[in-house]
């Protein structure tokens, strides 16, 4: 957006955004239980999911500008394009039409959330966008408007403005926070080499269904609910689930040998998180999850290791 625009004096909203630069903290996410359903006609698959946001974070600064850019630094830096493709690009020209504003903001993303590794990177992205910009334009949309807006740009977007841990169902862009009393859980992420794109891990899904080669559907996740409830992270390992790790194991076989060497480790769950390849493993303290990640990082199965902990809130103003 190159036109000319300028604040006027009736221009309330303009006038009530923030003058200086603002800026927004994102989590990641894993899934606590992936239950993929059938392939709807528009191209998704129902969904029945537990998302978990984790200690895992990016940032977005927002500032006052004649025109739309964004720059990055950190993970991804070179492989992610700029343009008008990169979701955090298309939430803010959403966000401002739906608005009717111009958009028109300096961007700046400084990444920790690996590109396609399963962790709702570019939603996360995505998510910051929205809440950074709302503030800088002063707009004020309620948490529903900007979930609305959120699900028109992805399916964990909306979880990602959310955070906690909370139910998804339909594509996943109906979200629903988990009745549990806050609990820290422990995890250990390993980061793999290269992503894997989301709608191939679904596809391959798909072909292993109609080939009969899939393993049996994990299901609601009811027990998972319990397991939350009961805080136990020994019961909490028995309930986690996830439909597509076959899929990525399919496409990535290299991942099994990571899933072994953490549970090995003394992990007392490892999974795929979300369409992978980054494995989480959940781990009974911080001393457990440090043995776990010493045995990944000594086992040289994987590119990185981080601990980390959930649930922590979605996107935010910091
Ligand atoms: O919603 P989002 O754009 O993040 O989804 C990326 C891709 O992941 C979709 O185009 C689709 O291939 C796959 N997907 C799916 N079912 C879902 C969510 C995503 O098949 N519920």
Redesign the pocket.
Known sequence: MTEAWRPDDEDERFRRGARGSVKVRVPAKINLRLA?GP??PD?????STVYHAVALYDELTARRADTLTLTMDGEGTGELALDETNLVIRAVRALAAYARVPAQARLHLRKQIPLAGGL?G??ADAAAALVACDELWGIGLSRDELATLAAS?????PFLLHGGTALGT????AVSPVLARPATWHWVLAMADGGL???????ELDRLRAAGAAPDPVGPPDDLLAALRQRDPQVLAGALGNDLQPAALSLRPALAQVLDTGVAAGALAGLVSG?GPTCAFLARDTAQAETVADALHDAAVCRDVHLTHGAVPGARLI
């Open positions: 993929v392939l709807r191209g998704y698959h129902e969904l709702a570019g939603s740009i992805g399916s964990d977007v339909g594509r996943g862009e794109a989301t709608p191939a891990v679904y596809a369409s």
